[in-house]
């Protein structure tokens, strides 16, 4: 069974950067997965972010950033805004398993 | 405007069957791959299911092989997912999500329908 592996919590200030990071049980975390960042706040569908390791949406804001970092994916957020404060999820895609989210990773801003 | 809207889900019993849609509206429908992804009471994101654009692919999460089948009606801009022997763990807000064109990727999402499974 493949695992995608998020941290649990991350805790950032206001104005200050982020990296959240996703790691796959097969290895390491490649374009091929195709990272995908994914937004959720309290009670809300999900927003996406980034698709194909860093490929912004059109109403993606220009402070999030997608890449890969230390054989995982990851999602950087510089100049955070308290409004950044939600639940991150990532998708890794995978041949003939589909696609795979990470259990999330809670952002807090404080 | 982009829009995917869900509809369907209601209290079943475990066993029971159940049948979720999602109308899309604002785009080419036949050209993309639509995706089903659930969330149970809080817990994290689940890839369901998903259908190519001409609906000649289709994928399942392996804990719902056999039980759900993902269809969709071009004509009438609908997805579907049939979900039969529920059981009590398939309980979740489903959404329907849609496909990026020029990568693996999910970019616009309805809103979600609830689904429960319970005696």
């Known amino acids: 069974q493949t695992v995608v592996t998020q941290e649990p919590s991350l805790t950032v200030s206001p104005g200050g950067t982020v990296t959240l990071t996703c790691a796959s049980s097969t290895g390491a975390v490649t374009t091929g997965n195709h990272p995908n960042w994914f937004q959720q706040k309290c009670g809300q569908a999900p927003r996406a972010l980034i698709y194909g390791t860093n490929k912004k949406h059109s109403w993606t804001p220009a402070r999030f950033s997608g890449s890969l970092l230390g054989g995982k994916g990851a999602l950087t957020l510089s100049g955070v805004q308290p409004e950044d404060e939600a639940d991150y999820y990532c998708?890794?895609?995978?041949?003939?398993?589909?696609?795979?989210f990470g259990g999330g990773t809670k952002l807090t801003v404080l | 405007e982009v829009q995917l809207v869900e509809s369907g889900g209601d209290l079943v019993q475990p066993g029971g069957s159940l049948r979720l849609s999602c109308a899309a509206s604002?785009?080419?429908?036949?050209?993309?791959?639509i995706n089903w992804v659930r969330q149970a009471p809080g817990k994290g994101l689940e890839w369901v299911a998903n259908i190519k654009g001409d609906g000649s692919e289709k994928y399942y999460v392996d804990s719902v092989k056999g039980r759900f089948t993902i269809s969709r009606d071009n004509a009438k801009n609908s997805l579907y997912l049939q979900m039969n022997s529920l059981r009590v763990e398939d309980t979740a807000v489903y959404y329907c999500a849609r496909g990026t064109n020029d990568a693996p990727g999910l970019d616009v999402w309805g809103p979600g329908t609830t689904v429960t499974v319970s005696s």
């Open positions: 998708l890794l895609h995978y041949d003939h398993v589909g696609g795979v």
């Open positions: 604002g785009f080419s429908f036949s050209h993309f791959w």
